[in-house]
């Protein structure tokens, strides 16, 4: 691993080399002729004017309005100039025309952030290092609800196409909302009394996902209308966005480590002082492919009023409705240390090839069908009103008032049926010909005459989210070295509310063992491309399956019991609950896991902003702080495991015995003043010193604050427990922020910037070795821990070509780099390692784009470097994720002053996505993400 110093030389020549060209349009400026003294613009904005941009046609009489890429360039750098703090911003390039399909994929165009993927999609943003769980994204600077069970926002519900604008504040101020350690994003939506008169932008695309065969189509639309003062305006937006998508992964579910197998082939498992202890296998080797069709429909409404010069109010309302249809077919080995008859290790103990015993009628590797679903029904609203009341020429209260509310319905499926391998000896090799792992030596894997019946579930879950927030902010602005004055309140009411629900028991594990011959006519074949392997298993009908359970053809060859009376008492019980269950295997709810966590936080801040010219240049500063107060009240259910009652045809199943559930509370506060400084040294009119300090907070994820307990039961080394911590103190973090930025012209800089954070009360999930009813199980519960440091620099350039003659001039460049280090190192050779800062990598992004008056073209390149993402991933082991790299493009040309068409391609090279556990060769997943394109057509009026 490159040192923090070499990797800082490597970004200092990187910032040196894309300066370059801002330095080359420096010099043009200065070559160009000065504006005459009488020119008020030249009074007000000594920077010269970009060339090459698009002028609006619908502008007012008088009015430039720089629009496309340069417009959009031009007011996220005037927001980074204008503010105090360390900022940076993306501005729509027109209303309804976000940069990139997703949010997030806009914002990982911002330098230090990078993003989360799921599906090949935006999901979750990383600021500086630090995850989505640490950075608060506002709203029209509210808190909006979420649909999983934390806290972190959910980027892919919420189409780009809403959002007019996206503001990462890097430093912190006082009047901020609390809960950003890493950054606070906050999302804005379009104003209807932005524009006078009747306004109408809409588009209409073609998407074609080249995992799929189908095109999908995305269609959004704003309207606006606004009186000529702007007095009035009403505001409506809509977005329709489809994408389909069979996405496919070889993965392993993890591994585990320190088995003790046969590498010999003698048919004894190896002594502790063989060279088979400590092996790393994989839990499972797995062949996926999965169908997704998502489906989004969103939705806004605003409406604006001002009933005189003093008072002014906004009305907003927004809607989006996420509907995932999931459906995975996998081809699945469960790998059984003890079966292993001889293997061959790497310098690491991990296992490079295995043989597998054949497999006996009750005993022995199968190969799973699995059929299972994930889907989605994620539904978000949130509404807020705000009134403006300009008591004075210096005095104004704002008040505020919004209500959120995500629910989210997700009921899964997942069935097993499996055919024993019986008379062959599997072989498990780690680096087959394309470099992934492979089963050789197997039976058919499309044979539909021996499957039998293993397990299955039906699970999932009701999540419901609530924020109610209401805020009064009091703003005195004077003349003089104390330039203005701001006070404020804020309480918020957040309620997350978890549902569990399952088969009941004995339904999920009644067949375990492969128990009993499902007949052939409920299989098909199903055919897939596993990254390039054309592979075959069989699939059915869940329904079918379903009857099938409960049938006496079925029941009556389950044979698990001492006695004939115990077998038949078994199949009474079985039965009993199945009929008494609809004849089905419908989850119902269950209190064991439920739980609901409600926050009361109350906050106040005072901050003043400074001013004055110390000749040297012009000197602004921002200071205060924030007191915070939060109540925290969890209610839960408490249950005791009576008995683990092994299955004697599956060594890898178990079935527990539970207490009565008891309903338990628990109750937590704290209170934290939180200071800021934000200093800014405007030194020229082109270069600007900032310097920050503050104290930041984030409360614990809400699930990690539940008190319910639950057990997962996979023996013989992958049986969990795990709970929550209701008395957890939040994160902390002490903050200091240096930037220097130099402005070429309207939409052209170069900026270094250096932060440290000083990280208090971290969070992790400890682990322990327990054992109930002699099986063992590793126990998970989240605790504070030690304190760690995370720092680094960022370099970005961000300039257009104006200095170059004819059509070089429409041109431009945005480029940065990001390195980021800790204080705590994962090292992979070090098993005792229970604290790492998780998720830190370098980032870089470089986009060049070029534009007239009637076409466009950008491309985008984004990179994140490899990064440890959990410290406890899939078996108890930590989880990496290789470097990754993607390409997007996109286009357009006019047809006229009102219509263009645009094409969009994400993911040009087709890149995968791979993570592996604690060394490169102990792949967990290794998955496509699809390559994107879209055709379509954009008007405005």
Not at 480 to 492: E, I, K
Not at 895 to 900: A, E, G, M, T, Y
């Amino acid at each position: 691993m490159q040192s923090f110093a070499t990797k800082l030389m490597s970004g200092v020549a990187f910032g040196l080399l894309l300066t370059s060209p801002a330095l080359a349009s420096e010099r043009a400026g200065k070559d160009e002729a000065t504006p005459p003294a009488d020119n008020p613009a030249s009074q007000t904005d000594p920077l010269p004017q970009p060339t090459g941009a698009q002028i609006d046609p619908q502008a007012a009489e008088g009015e430039i309005v720089v629009t496309g890429i340069r417009g959009s360039l031009d007011r996220a750098l005037e927001l980074k100039r204008e503010t105090i703090g360390v900022v940076d911003a993306i501005s729509a390039e027109d209303i309804g025309n976000f940069p990139d399909a997703n949010i997030a994929e806009s914002l990982q165009r911002i330098t230090g952030v990078a993003i989360d993927r799921v599906n090949g999609e935006g999901r979750g943003i990383t600021v500086r290092g630090l995850g989505p769980e640490f950075n608060t994204v506002l709203l029209n600077n509210r808190l909006l609800s979420t649909e999983g069970g934390g806290r972190s926002f959910s980027f892919d519900i919420l189409s780009s196409e809403l959002i007019t604008g996206a503001e990462v504040y890097k430093s912190s101020e006082a009047r901020l909302q609390e809960g950003g350690i890493g950054s606070t994003v906050i999302l804005r939506t379009a104003r209807p009394t932005d524009r006078a008169g009747l306004r109408f932008a809409g588009s209409a695309a073609g998407v074609h996902d080249n995992t799929s065969d189908e095109v999908t189509p995305i269609i959004s639309g704003v309207l606006s209308n606004s009186n000529a003062d702007r007095s009035f305006g009403v505001l409506a937006s809509f977005i329709y966005d489809k994408r389909i998508s069979r996405l496919s992964n070889i993965s392993t579910d993890g591994w585990i480590i320190n088995q003790n197998i046969d590498t010999n082939g003698d048919g004894v498992r190896d002594t502790p002082s063989a060279q088979g202890l400590g092996v790393a296998l994989p839990r499972t080797l797995n062949f996926t492919s999965t169908r997704n069709n998502r489906e989004r429909i969103g939705g806004t409404f605003a409406v604006d009023y001002v009933a005189s010069d003093a008072l002014r109010f906004e009305f907003d309302a927004l809607y989006t409705q996420q509907k995932t249809d999931s459906v995975t077919n996998q081809l699945g080995y469960y790998v059984d240390p003890a079966r292993i008859t001889s293997a061959t290790i790497n310098e690491n103990r991990t296992a490079t090839q295995f043989t597998v015993l054949p497999a006996t009628a009750t005993a022995g590797l199968a190969s799973d069908n699995i059929l299972a679903t994930n889907p989605q029904n994620a539904r978000t609203y949130q509404l807020g009103l705000n009134a403006e009341w300009r008591v004075s020429d210096t005095l104004t209260v704002d008040f505020d008032g919004s209500h959120s509310n995500t629910r989210n319905n997700s009921d899964q499926l997942f069935y097993v049926v499996g055919t024993r391998q019986i008379g062959v000896t599997p072989t498990f090799v780690l680096d087959g010909p394309d470099g992934l792992p492979t089963m050789t030596n197997v039976l058919p894997t499309n044979d539909n005459s021996a499957p039998r019946l293993h397990c299955c579930s039906e699970r999932g879950g009701r999540n419901s989210d609530t924020v109610n927030q209401g805020s009064i902010d009091v703003t005195w602005e004077t003349d003089g070295f104390l330039d203005s004055l701001r006070a404020g309140v804020l309480y918020t009411n957040r309620k997350k509310t978890t549902q569990v629900r399952e088969s009941p028991e004995p339904l999920g594990c009644f067949y375990c063992g492969y128990l009993a011959v499902a007949p052939s006519s409920l299989f098909s074949e199903f055919n897939a491309d596993v990254l390039g392997r054309n592979l075959s298993w069989l699939t059915y009908d869940r329904d079918a399956l379903v009857a099938f359970y409960g049938s006496p053809e079925a029941v009556n060859q389950v044979n698990s019991g001492a006695t004939e009376a115990d077998r038949i008492a078994a199949r009474q019980r079985f039965l009993a609950v199945y009929r008494g269950n609809n004849n089905s295997l419908d989850p119902i709810d269950r209190d064991r896991g439920s739980g609901t966590v409600r926050e009361n936080t109350y906050s106040a801040y005072l901050q003043g902003a400074f001013e004055a010219d110390l000749g040297l240049g012009r000197f602004t500063a921002m200071a205060g702080a924030r007191l915070v107060h939060t109540d925290v009240f969890v209610t839960g259910f408490s249950v005791t495991l009576l008995d683990v009652i092994q299955n004697p045809a599956d060594p890898t199943a178990a079935v527990p015995v539970y207490s009565p559930t008891i309903p338990v509370t628990a109750s937590n506060q704290y209170t934290y003043l939180l200071p800021t400084l934000n200093l800014r040294f405007d030194l020229t009119d082109q270069l600007t010193l900032r310097l920050a300090g503050s104290r930041t907070l984030t409360r614990p994820t809400l699930t990690r604050l539940g008190l319910s307990q639950d057990f997962v039961f996979r023996p013989p080394a992958s049986s969990t427990v795990s709970g929550g911590n209701p008395f957890l103190r939040p994160f902390l973090a002490w903050n200091a922020d240096a930037a220097v930025d130099y402005y070429f012209s309207r939409t052209s800089y170069a900026s270094v910037a250096g932060f440290y954070k000083k990280l208090q009360n971290f969070i992790i999930s400890g682990q322990q070795q327990e054992e109930y009813f002699g099986l063992p199980f590793i126990a998970n519960r989240p605790f504070n821990s030690q304190d760690g440091e995370v720092y680094g620099v960022e370099f970005s350039v961000q300039s257009t070509f104006d200095f170059l003659p004819g059509p070089l001039s429409n041109m431009g460049v945005t480029a940065n780099y990001t390195l980021v280090e800790s204080s705590i190192r994962f090292d992979p050779s070090l098993s005792n390692q229970t604290f790492n800062v998780e998720g830190l990598s370098d980032t870089a992004n470089v986009i060049l784009f070029y534009e007239d008056d009637f076409f466009m073209l950008r491309g985008a390149y984004n990179w994140r470097a490899p990064f440890l993402r959990q410290t406890f991933g899939p078996q108890s082991q930590p989880e990496q994720i290789v470097a990754y790299n993607q390409i997007d493009l996109s286009t357009s040309a006019k047809i006229n002053d009102n219509v263009s068409v645009f094409g969009e391609v994400l993911n040009l090279t087709d890149e995968r996505f791979r993570s592996f556990s604690r060394f490169e060769e102990r792949l967990i997943t290794e998955s496509t993400q699809g390559r994107r394109i879209m055709i379509g057509l954009r008007t405005n009026f």
